[in-house]
């Protein structure tokens, strides 16, 4: 939350667009104006190096293009915490 407070001033709205279904990514990104991409994939593969950056181009997306948030340094503590709270609360 403390990066939503800290970038709010400078974004109006969160915009999501999907590769498969509607709204799609080319759709969604069209006019946006100091925008960001972020990935909602787990790892760069194929609709974050293929798909993604080409309806991007599509739209005339400017903004940046930021990594898939599974590559997050944080991600695989998150993972292994779950899986402990999980594993933790079986009998």
């Not at 969604?28 to 181009?57: C, K, T, W």
């Not at 903004?63 to 709270?85: F, K, Q, T, Y």
Request: charged content about 20%; proline content about 9%; overall charge negative.
């Amino acid at each position: 939350m403390a990066l939503a407070a800290r970038i709010a001033p400078h974004f109006a709205r969160v915009v999501a667009g999907f590769v498969e279904q509607e709204p799609f990514i080319a759709d969604a990104a069209r006019g946006l104006d100091r925008a960001i991409s972020l990935p909602m994939f787990a790892l760069r593969a194929e609709h974050v190096l293929d798909d993604l950056p080409q309806a991007l181009d599509q739209a005339g997306f400017t903004g940046p293009r930021l990594d898939p948030v599974g590559l997050a340094p944080e991600v695989p503590a998150m993972i292994a915490a779950s899986i402990a709270r999980e594993v933790s609360s079986l009998k």
